[in-house]
């Protein structure tokens, strides 16, 4: 079965930092591309970072690089996002996602090249 469970979310100061994690199990994250997207109420969701399988490419949009980064310990088979100058509008629930072909060739994350999720973690900036 598989699964990706994220955590690590919560309520964060302006400026603040916060580290969520997405625990993979059914499936190898050296063999798949994985992302994170995020989506805050009344919004599409979005891509704010990927990393390719072998883990020797990152993408960012414009509105998060520089501030987040993506990276993954394969024999934890688990996935991190690193935030930090966290600002309100990156307040969302934010997704952990599987390519849907193995050793995809990507770039920035988007909606339609993953097709496994998990259930996401609330991060809230707010002072």
């Known amino acids: 079965q598989l699964q990706l469970v994220e955590s690590g979310g919560g309520l964060v100061k302006p400026g603040g930092s916060l580290r969520l994690s997405c625990v993979v199990s059914g499936f190898r994250v050296d063999y798949y591309a994985m992302a994170w997207f995020r989506q805050a109420p009344g919004k599409e969701r979005e891509g704010v970072s990927a990393i390719t399988a072998s883990g020797g490419n990152a993408y960012y949009p414009d509105s998060v690089k520089g501030r987040f980064t993506i990276s993954k310990d394969n024999a934890k088979n688990t996935v991190y996002l690193q935030m930090s100058s966290l600002q309100p509008e990156d307040t969302a629930v934010y997704y952990c996602?599987?390519?849907?072909?193995?050793?995809?060739?990507?770039?920035?994350?988007?909606?339609?090249?993953?097709?496994?999720w998990g259930q996401g973690t609330q991060v809230t900036v707010s002072s």
């Open positions: 996602a599987k390519s849907a072909r193995p050793l995809a060739r990507i770039g920035l994350p988007r909606l339609n090249d993953y097709d496994i």
